[in-house]
């Protein structure tokens, strides 16, 4: 199917592409767009292992706020910048090497859907842990990235359904947010999250509202009114209301158990291990909806429970009723080693696979000799 994505956002039409279309003059035109878009993930992983190095359990800024350096901050800010350059950039090189294929469309959207949690989970170091004065709890952060995660779920849900991707408002405001509060940290140390700035509110709380209100009152109404346009000018791809929702079925299942384990975990897990937690959290999310990304390129239907249900229910059942115990902790880190492993295994198959049956390499614009 043609890719084809609408972007209303006056940040990124009237400033950010501007820029982008004066970076991309730079890059080469040997430069597989894959490249660039492997690139981008990778810094941001390189950021969020840098962050958890010095600062594992959230409570770095809020207990001695020296712990993170002040370098760390900004090569954050920095990464976070090319990452998001190189994400905006890689269609348009492909364009201009007549190199788009839907493997890219693909990798893209793939590891997209992967880097949304890491960005939300290195921005957390920032805000720090509720320590009874300062900071957000860990039950607001499973809270907020679930709505970040929501928010990325409903842009392809809808173009699952219109074949169009209406290219959420939240990604570019979300990107330069990030960007000026790691420089901000980064010039005033992390002392500015924990002082009231406006009527007794933190900043955190501001960007908290910004987010909900984001989600729920934008990205949300705008994705069903695309939905019901589609229905009215009879341009849906699915006819059934069953169609419609199907792709929703397991990302909703995925949040329900995982909600079940945060408030019935006998041990507290996300209070023991909020990291371990909330990347499983989004590696599992990510999972299940590049299989919808997959199904919407593919046109095919989705199943209506990813396999991953199955074993994050027993763990689940395992663990509220006890069964674990002591070992609670110990349970997910592996469980997270597995669900990580599964996730990446999955991403070079389907990468391989595709590469073949298209006959591209992945990150070169050689093309491979047919056998």
């Not at 840098?50 to 901050?73: E, K, R």
């Not at 849900?157 to 947010?177: A, C, H, M, R």
Request: aromatic letters at 16%.
């Amino acid at each position: 199917s043609q890719y084809s994505a609408v972007d209303t956002n006056p940040l990124s039409v009237y400033i950010m592409q501007p820029i982008w279309n004066k970076i991309i003059k730079i890059v080469p035109l040997w430069i597989a767009p894959n490249l660039l878009t492997f690139s981008g993930f990778v810094m941001i992983l390189v950021n969020y292992f840098l962050i958890s190095f010095y600062d594992w359990d959230y409570t770095a800024s809020g207990t001695s706020p020296g712990l993170v350096p002040t370098w760390v901050w900004l090569f954050s800010a920095f990464t976070t910048f090319c990452a998001y350059a190189l994400d905006s950039i890689d269609g348009k090189h492909a364009r201009r090497t007549q190199s788009s294929t839907p493997l890219g469309e693909l990798f893209d959207h793939g590891l997209d859907s992967w880097a949304t949690s890491i960005f939300v989970l290195s921005f957390f170091s920032v805000c720090s842990r509720d320590n009874g004065k300062t900071g957000v709890s860990v039950y607001t952060m499973y809270i907020y990235l679930s709505i970040v995660l929501f928010n990325f779920m409903c842009s392809h849900w809808e173009k699952y359904n219109t074949g169009v991707l209406f290219l959420p408002w939240g990604y570019d405001i979300s990107q330069v947010v990030l960007i000026a509060a790691y420089l901000l940290t980064g010039a005033v140390g992390v002392e500015v999250w924990q002082k009231p700035f406006l009527f007794g509110y933190y900043i955190t709380d501001a960007l908290v509202v910004l987010l909900i209100g984001f989600s729920l009152f934008l990205s949300f109404p705008q994705t069903l009114y695309n939905i019901h346009r589609a229905h009215l000018k009879k341009t849906l791809k699915n006819d059934s209301l069953y169609e419609v929702l199907l792709p929703l079925v397991s990302p909703l299942l995925l949040f329900i158990l995982l909600t079940v384990w945060v408030v019935l975990s006998p041990g507290n897990i996300l209070a023991k291990q909020p990291r371990l937690f909330l990347w499983m959290v989004g590696v599992a999310f990510s999972n299940v909806i590049c299989k919808v990304i997959i199904c919407q390129m593919s046109s095919t239907r989705p199943e209506l429970f990813h396999w991953f249900l199955f074993p994050l229910a027993l763990v689940v059942y395992a663990a509220i009723s006890g069964l674990l115990g002591w070992m609670e902790e110990a349970v997910l880190a592996v469980f997270t080693a597995l669900v990580t492993a599964a996730h990446v295994h999955y991403g070079v198959c389907v990468g391989r696979q595709l590469s073949e049956h298209l006959n591209i390499y992945i990150f070169s614009l050689k093309k491979r000799i047919q056998e």
